[in-house]
């Protein structure tokens, strides 16, 4: 029974590295490094998801937020100093800003203790929704000019200039302390609340990062993003992919040893347990929301430090760049192929989906350039212009196909996950 | 009296108008939580979709509408309805059966209404691109201007025929769930079917009869959302994209499960949608000189830009306080 | 021929088998009761019964007619009723629309039923616009069983009608039993007060993990002194 799996999934491994070979020879190994090294961050990002789904049962239909997240601490933490913003008075205006923020924190936390003085109800909610109104407009009007004389004056405030590991720790700190929040609102109710409550967060993000232009610069983006290893400007492209890729490489191994050792442990017996039967593993006593928390925290930790690697490794941060498509959906499919709850499956799901999603555009492209020319050739038939961007959306079509079809007839994956009986 | 004028056109008639389109796809997604028990993900794409149709439509009929009096895209609304809930029903029965068949855990559902939302979506602009487009093809949109009988009003109220006729709509079609879900045999299996599936499955109600009406219902009330949203705006392919958070908003807020609930639930985010991106400096403008603050030139809550927000926060806000919702739906 | 017989009926859920052969038959006019530890099958083979567990083996046959593995829907048709033991009413819905959904399966006007089922249970002829989630536990329990007379079965099954039930109750609800059955109904019924279900049965059907231990008329159960000593409480 254990062979015959090991067959299966060494086949499929196989498959892929032939795969991989063909693209490096036809795309040349710079251009198939390049695809390796998207995929190994889409992997790590991929066993996020794989953790809160397959270990939890989470449904995470945010994603691209968590690692938009990722990329934006990347950019901030890592890009150059702005000299010419932080010696300018517009420095201290953005920290009176702050300071603003700061004080209505305080105020309203002020009105939310009326509590404690035992003024009643009727008064404290009122007041309460006043407060925040008065306090929040007083806020948002002390930021507009400053972020404005600072779109005008300096573009965005910069980076810090930080090595980039920090910015891509950062960026897994703030993706999980966002989690937080929304997983502690969310957890204790049914699945479908997060799901519905991920996507709403994932857009908000993009939309704050999308206008925040004292920030982020906006659709303007912020390039080029430091490495971590000399760039293809020093040494080359092949040798700087291949430095970037061993870096990506290591951290999925460290990734990889550490939820392998959590899963074989208590820690991991104990979610398993929790997914497969929530009832009986709250009735022994196990504090099935905290745990889950705890993962879901810890998957967009992982998305969050996947997703600055992808921007880092892209060398841009393009807050229009985060797309549903790409950062979530896709991520889905990987997991949900490769096997959700198999680290191994989800790694090979990763690199296999992203390498058909790469060869798909041009092959795609070249069936529709050779369906308008024989088109027009045969029968004078003419390709609207959009043509193009419109066949591209078959790949949209398919990877609702694919998730679809999964479900139904393969719901545990190629990979399926192993279930060890202890008899 | 402007400022007045303003804040009706601004608020009141837009409130109720996107409120009306938040309500009309609530409705569909609580009644199917309620009979298949899994949140729907590409109901805003049956609204697209619906809409879609009806493009087609009038681009085929185009003289129909001018010769009636009405818009053509509305003259076709029935038609269009009627295939975006044979669509709907068609897609129950290839993708979501199945899994219910197998007796999949709600989630997995919703995962596939999911792969169900990006097949519409790469279908719809496959065929139709990425433009938006107009509905009135051969016609034109009314647009009634009511004067104030005020003095000082120079501005008139504002209304369209497409927002008149979805009022109107809206009235008609919850009077119509109404009867149906409390005055025929199949409605009240409906609502018995939602209180205890495994009962009316008992009482030899038959359930998959029961399902299929839902979906011809949500599938028809979103197509009729979708084309007169469409018809008072433009039609979009990311039209559902601007949709699916606050009808999931609205039918939490107004309890999963409670069709009545999700037409407040529509409202409510319609309106606190308008109330929040509308500029609260222009009325407040007539006093500036009584005020003790300068008044700054925008004082609206949220920024048009982050009008997505506003959903979304209610949403979280019903989630911590009344995860039943206002009207006690079910708990979940 | 019996109005109900199974045969060596097996089955479970999913991969465990819960009833390992059991066999029963009841007569037209008769009351079986079937009585029986916890976790003995009892609810299981109500359910298996009437299609909504598979069978894996064995038969079952309504007057003679093989209905193993039946849809629900179908033995509704076929004048069979079942009244589980929880979550037995809508609670949404009004007494009425509760009763209505009975007669779903209905083409013709049951109109007289429905007065004969007011009749029946009179608690209910008040309360006939109450959500009958607002009603008490004994009122539910009728509504409950009136729903499943709207059918006008010739057979039905009840799982635990007296389950939470005030004494009081109790013997109101075995009362109406017994007057349901006088009027040509066959009852299967599951129990847990097997003293008092007993009493009224013309046949009992003792079991335990999943197989007959005793099957005899009900009086004869109750006093078979190894029945009475190990499953009536002495």
Redesign the interface.
């Known amino acids: 029974m254990n062979t015959q799996w090991l067959t299966k999934e060494f086949g499929l491994c196989m498959a892929l590295a032939v795969s991989i070979l063909l693209l490096m020879v036809f795309m040349g190994s710079a251009y198939g490094i390049r695809v390796l090294v998207e995929a190994s961050c889409y992997a790590i990002i991929a066993l996020g998801l794989t953790i809160q789904w397959g270990y939890a049962?989470l449904?995470n239909?945010g994603i691209m937020g968590f690692v938009a997240i990722g990329g934006f601490s990347a950019m901030l933490l890592t890009f150059p100093v702005n000299q010419g913003f932080w010696s300018s008075d517009q420095a201290s205006d953005l920290g009176q800003a702050f300071l603003k923020l700061l004080g209505a924190v305080v105020i309203v936390w002020a009105v939310v203790q009326l509590r404690r003085l035992s003024v009643p109800r009727s008064i404290r909610l009122p007041l309460l929704l006043i407060t925040l109104?008065v306090a929040?407009?007083w806020v948002v009007?002390g930021f507009a000019p400053v972020t404005q004389a600072i779109v005008s004056q300096h573009g965005f405030i910069g980076g810090f200039g930080m090595p980039v590991w920090v910015g891509w720790l950062v960026g897994g700190i703030l993706a999980g302390t966002v989690a937080y929040f929304i997983g502690h609102?969310?957890l204790g109710?049914?699945?479908?609340?997060l799901?519905?409550?991920t996507?709403?967060?994932a857009?908000?993000i993009k939309?704050?990062l999308?206008?925040s232009e004292w920030l982020t610069r906006g659709t303007l983006t912020v390039s080029p993003l430091p490495w971590p290893v000399p760039s293809a400007g020093e040494v080359g492209f092949i040798t700087a992919r291949a430095l970037y890729l061993s870096v990506t490489a290591v951290l999925i191994a460290i990734i990889f040893y550490l939820l392998h050792a959590a899963y074989k442990g208590p820690w991991g017996r104990m979610m398993r347990a929790i997914r497969d039967n929530e009832l009986s593993s709250a009735a022994m006593g196990k504090d099935v929301n905290q745990r889950r928390l705890e993962v879901f925290i810890l998957g967009c930790i992982l998305m969050g430090i996947g997703g600055a690697g992808l921007a880092t490794f892209n060398g841009i941060f393009d807050p229009n760049g985060y797309l549903p498509?790409h950062h979530t959906?896709l991520i889905?499919v990987m997991v949900?192929l490769g096997g959700p709850g198999n680290n191994l499956g989800t790694l090979f799901g990763a690199v296999f989906v992203y390498v058909i999603w790469i060869m798909s555009e041009p092959v795609a492209l070249f069936i529709l350039n050779t369906v308008s020319y024989f088109g027009n050739l045969w029968f004078a038939w003419e390709a609207?212009s959009?043509f193009a961007?419109?066949?591209l959306?078959?790949?949209?079509?398919?990877?609702?196909?694919?998730?679809?079809l999964v479900?139904?007839y393969a719901?545990k994956g190629l990979f399926p996950e192993k279930v060890q009986q202890y008899s | 009296m402007n400022e007045f004028v303003f804040f009706i056109n601004n608020v009141l008639i837009s409130g109720v108008v996107i409120g009306s389109i938040y309500a009309l796809g609530a409705v569909g997604i609580t009644l199917i939580f309620s009979i298949l028990r899994f949140a729907h993900f590409a109901h805003a794409d049956l609204m697209t979709l619906g809409a879609f149709f009806a493009f087609f439509l009038t681009a085929l009929f185009p003289a129909i509408g001018p010769a009636l009096g009405l818009p053509t895209a509305f003259v076709m609304l029935p038609l269009a309805m009627g295939l975006t809930a044979l669509t709907a029903v068609y897609l129950d029965k290839a993708f979501y059966k199945p899994l219910r068949a197998q007796g999949v855990k709600p989630i997995v559902l919703v995962m596939a209404s999911l792969g169900v939302t990006l097949m519409l979506q790469g279908l719809i602009r496959m065929f139709m691109g990425t433009s938006s487009r107009n509905l009135y093809i051969d016609d034109r949109k009314g647009i009634h201007r009511i004067d104030v009988p005020f003095e000082l009003a120079n501005r008139p109220i504002v209304i369209t025929d497409p927002q008149i006729l979805l009022i109107l709509f809206l009235v008609v079609a919850v009077i119509a769930l109404h009867l149906f879900l409390t005055r025929s045999k199949l409605g009240k299996a409906m609502r018995a079917m939602s209180d205890n599936p495994d009962l009316a499955r008992v009482s030899g109600i038959n359930t998959q009869k029961v399902v299929t009406v839902t979906w011809i219902i949500a599938g028809s009330l979103a197509a009729a959302a979708g084309t007169l949203l469409s018809l008072d705006v433009s039609l979009k392919p990311d039209l559902s994209f601007m949709l699916l958070l606050p009808i999931f908003a609205a039918a939490i807020v107004g309890g999963v499960g409670h069709p009545y609930g999700a037409l407040a639930g529509g409202f409510v985010i319609g309106f606190a949608e308008t109330l929040s991106v509308f500029n609260w400096a222009v009325l407040l403008r007539p006093f500036r000189d009584q005020l003790w603050f300068d008044l700054p030139a925008n004082l609206a809550f949220v920024p048009t830009e982050y009008k997505i927000t506003v959903p979304f926060f209610i949403l979280l806000a019903i989630l911590v306080w009344r995860p039943t919702g206002l009207f006690k739906g079910k708990v979940l | 021929m019996h109005l109900l017989e199974a045969k060596n009926v097996h089955g479970g859920y999913g991969g465990m088998n819960i009833l390992n052969g059991l066999d029963l038959a009841i007569n037209a006019d008769e009351i079986g009761v079937i009585v029986g530890p916890n976790g003995a099958g009892k609810s299981t083979l109500l359910k298996a019964i009437f299609g909504l567990l598979r069978v894996t083996e064995g038969s079952i046959e309504l007057r003679g007619e093989l209905i193993t593995n039946a849809d629900p829907g179908e033995l509704v048709l076929k004048k069979m009723a079942f009244v589980p033991q929880e979550k037995n009413i809508f609670p949404s819905l009004t007494v009425q629309e509760n009763l209505e959904m009975g007669a779903y399966s209905r083409q013709d006007n049951y109109q007289h039923i429905l007065e004969q089922v007011y009749h029946f249970f009179p608690p209910l002829a008040d309360k006939r616009s109450q959500p009958a989630g607002e009603l008490s536990g004994g009122q539910r329990q009728m509504v409950a069983m009136g729903r499943a007379l709207m059918i006008e079965p010739s057979l039905i099954l009840l799982d635990e009608p007296t389950a939470g039930l005030s004494p009081l109750y109790m013997a109101d609800i075995f009362e109406r039993i017994v007057t349901i059955n006088a009027a040509g109904v066959g009852v299967l019924m599951v129990e847990q007060h097997a003293k008092q279900a007993l009493k009224i049965a013309h046949k009992g059907f003792v079991l335990v993990a999943g197989q007959n231990r005793f099957t005899d008329t009900g009086m004869n159960l109750i006093n078979n002194p190894e029945v009475a000593k190990a499953f009536l409480g002495g």
Do not use: M
């Not at chain 1, 109710?189 to 609340?193: E, G, I, Q, V």
């Not at chain 1, 079509?397 to 694919?402: K, M, N």
């Open positions: 049962g449904f239909a109104a929040y407009l009007n609102i969310c109710l049914r699945s479908d609340y799901a519905i409550a996507l709403g967060v857009e908000i939309a704050f999308k206008n498509l959906f889905w949900i609207p959009d961007s419109r066949a959306q078959a790949r949209v079509f398919s990877i609702g196909l694919i998730i679809t479900l139904r719901p």
